[in-house]
C-alpha cells in the first residue's frame, strides 16, 4: 500500500562500486524525482522526470544515471562510487502541470560508502 | 538560480515553549509548501500558501505568507515532544516546475 516505494532502504558498498536504487510509485503521479539530503539535512533535487522524460537534471556528477522505463517507476544508477555519495537518497512523485502540486517521498535509501 | 534560505539551522526549546521557523526565498514564488520530516523519517507534506499576506492555521501551527510572496514563516505554539523534526519550505518560481528546498530548521524538544 506504501504510496513512493524504494529499494534498497540501507546500502553500505565500497568505494569504487556500481550501485542502484530502484523507486516506484502507485499513486498514478506523472512526474518522479530523486532528491538527496546530505548530513546537514539539506533536501537538494538531482533530477525529475516527466512521463518517463527527463525535465530537470541538475549539477549531477555523470556518474548518477536516473532511468525511467515508465511513469510508475523511475531508477538510479550510480557509477564508481564515492565517499562523497553518502547520503540519503529520496525518490518522489507529484503532478506536472499542477503549480500547486504535493511532492510525496519516499521512505529514502540510506546510502554508506566506505 | 533560485536560492531559499531558513533561519534559524536549529532550535532547542523546553515543551510548551514556542518555536518560529524563517522562510527567505531570493525570488518571488507562485507558491510555498511546508514539510516536516521526523527524525530517520521522509519529508511530509503540511500545507501549502499561494496567495500575497495568506495565513493558514493547523491547530498549535500557523503557516505565513509574506506579502511580497517571498518569503514564509511556521509557528508553532505551545510545542510538543510530537513536534520534534526538520521543518522545510520549499518554494516555486512562476512558470517553474521546480519546487527548491529550504535549508531547513532542526527543532529539538526539551522535555
Known amino acids: 500500500d506504501t504510496a513512493v516505494s524504494q529499494t534498497p532502504k540501507y546500502l553500505v558498498t565500497q568505494m569504487g562500486n556500481d550501485k542502484s536504487i530502484k523507486c516506484e510509485q502507485n499513486?498514478?503521479?506523472?512526474?518522479m524525482y530523486w532528491y538527496k539530503q546530505d548530513s546537514k539535512k539539506f533536501l537538494k533535487i538531482m533530477f525529475s522526470y516527466n512521463n518517463k522524460e527527463l525535465i530537470i537534471n541538475e549539477t549531477v556528477p555523470n556518474r548518477f544515471s536516473p532511468k525511467s522505463p515508465d511513469k510508475a517507476h523511475l531508477n538510479l544508477h550510480i557509477n564508481s562510487l564515492e565517499l562523497g555519495d553518502s547520503a540519503v537518497y529520496f525518490c518522489?512523485?507529484?503532478?506536472?502541470?499542477?503549480?500547486?502540486?504535493?511532492?510525496?517521498f519516499g521512505e529514502g535509501s540510506w546510502l554508506t560508502v566506505v | 538560480g533560485q536560492q531559499v534560505m531558513q533561519i534559524p539551522q536549529y532550535q532547542h526549546v523546553q515543551e510548551g515553549e514556542d518555536f518560529t521557523t524563517y522562510c527567505n526565498s531570493s525570488?518571488?514564488?507562485?507558491?510555498i509548501q511546508w514539510y516536516k520530516q521526523r527524525p530517520g523519517g521522509h519529508p511530509v507534506f503540511l500545507i501549502q500558501l499561494v496567495k500575497s499576506g495568506e495565513v493558514k492555521k493547523q491547530k498549535r501551527l500557523t503557516f505565513q505568507f509574506g506579502e511580497a510572496k517571498k518569503n514564509s514563516s511556521l509557528h508553532i505554539t505551545a510545542t510538543q515532544t510530537t513536534d520534534v523534526g526538520t521543518y522545510f519550505c520549499a518554494g516555486r518560481g512562476f512558470g517553474n516546475e521546480k519546487l527548491t528546498f529550504g535549508t531547513g530548521t532542526r527543532l529539538t524538544i526539551i522535555p
Open positions: 499513486l498514478g503521479h506523472d512526474t
Open positions: 518522489a512523485s507529484g503532478r506536472a502541470g499542477d503549480s500547486g502540486n504535493t511532492i510525496y
Open positions: 525570488t518571488t514564488l507562485s507558491n
